[in-house]
């Protein structure tokens, strides 16, 4: 079995839970408050401003008999650049203060995923920075343009406040073909479970920004479909 699709199997149950989470159906079905949609943009750009640091981090620890990798994660860096300024943006749209957003501080269910993910890159194995990308391009791809789509069809909000959502989730397509590509050229069975292990990891600690923003901002009932 290649690598790729190991990797998916290994990880089907954490990925069942995260997507199967309250905000996250509800997100999909459009049915959550502009107060929610700003506090999950707020989180998002507090990890998504890592994004380039960790990526960057990971090239920097990886050894020579991966230079091939190192090539993808300049690639990776170059498509990622300016995406936190794309969530501000979108905050701003929703009519909140994009400044104090920049400036302010993560949840810590955020503050924690970051922390891991430099942890994990510095001290175990850098290869652990594609767990992360599994989680969260695997993610964005499953439910961030539907997500987009319904989320302003229930709030009325103009298209420039979802340009993350609905940008992302395209991009990350094509990056998911990417990343299958590069997972099955890993043949290191140590690095193929840093691997495993790191997205069980973020799949649960992802999880815990969308339980606690559900924890402080509480969903509105659920309608049921027609």
């Given at each position: 079995?290649?690598?790729y699709?190991?990797?998916?199997?290994?990880?089907?149950?954490?990925?069942?839970?995260?997507?199967?989470?309250?905000?996250?159906?509800?997100?999909?079905?459009?049915?959550?408050?502009?107060?929610?949609y700003?506090?999950?943009?707020?989180?998002?750009?507090?990890?998504?401003?890592h994004t380039?640091?960790?990526l960057?981090?990971?090239g920097?620890r990886?050894?020579?008999?991966?230079e091939?990798?190192r090539?993808a994660?300049?690639?990776?860096?170059?498509e990622e650049?300016g995406?936190?300024?794309?969530?501000?943006?979108?905050?701003?749209?929703?009519?909140a203060?994009k400044?104090?957003?920049?400036?302010?501080?993560?949840?810590?269910?955020?503050?924690?995923?970051?922390?891991?993910?430099?942890?994990?890159i510095a001290?175990?194995n850098?290869?652990a920075?594609?767990?992360?990308?599994?989680?969260?391009?695997?993610?964005?791809?499953?439910?961030?343009?539907?997500a987009g789509?319904?989320i302003?069809?229930?709030?009325?909000l103009?298209s420039?406040?979802?340009?993350?959502?609905?940008s992302?989730g395209?991009?990350?397509?094509g990056?998911?073909?990417?990343?299958?590509?590069?997972m099955?050229q890993?043949?290191?069975?140590?690095?193929?479970?840093?691997?495993?292990?790191?997205?069980?990891?973020?799949?649960?600690?992802?999880?815990?920004?969308?339980?606690?923003?559900?924890?402080r901002?509480?969903?509105?009932?659920?309608?049921?479909a027609?």
């Amino acid at each position: 079995m290649p690598f790729y699709d190991h990797l998916l199997a290994a990880t089907k149950s954490e990925r069942d839970e995260l997507l199967n989470l309250p905000l996250i159906r509800a997100g999909a079905s459009g049915q959550i408050t502009q107060e929610i949609y700003v506090a999950f943009l707020t989180e998002a750009y507090h990890h998504v401003k890592h994004t380039i640091p960790l990526l960057m981090s990971c090239g920097a620890r990886l050894p020579e008999r991966y230079e091939w990798l190192r090539e993808a994660v300049a690639a990776y860096i170059e498509e990622e650049v300016g995406h936190q300024e794309w969530i501000l943006n979108d905050i701003h749209a929703c009519g909140a203060d994009k400044e104090a957003v920049r400036h302010g501080q993560p949840g810590l269910a955020t503050e924690l995923m970051v922390a891991y993910a430099y942890d994990a890159i510095a001290r175990v194995n850098p290869l652990a920075m594609f767990g992360m990308v599994l989680v969260l391009e695997g993610t964005s791809v499953e439910v961030a343009t539907q997500a987009g789509t319904a989320i302003q069809a229930h709030l009325g909000l103009g298209s420039d406040a979802f340009t993350y959502l609905t940008s992302h989730g395209a991009l990350d397509v094509g990056h998911t073909d990417f990343y299958a590509t590069l997972m099955n050229q890993i043949d290191n069975p140590a690095d193929q479970e840093t691997v495993i292990h790191a997205a069980r990891v973020f799949y649960k600690l992802y999880g815990d920004i969308f339980r606690e923003i559900v924890a402080r901002l509480p969903l509105p009932p659920q309608r049921m479909a027609a």
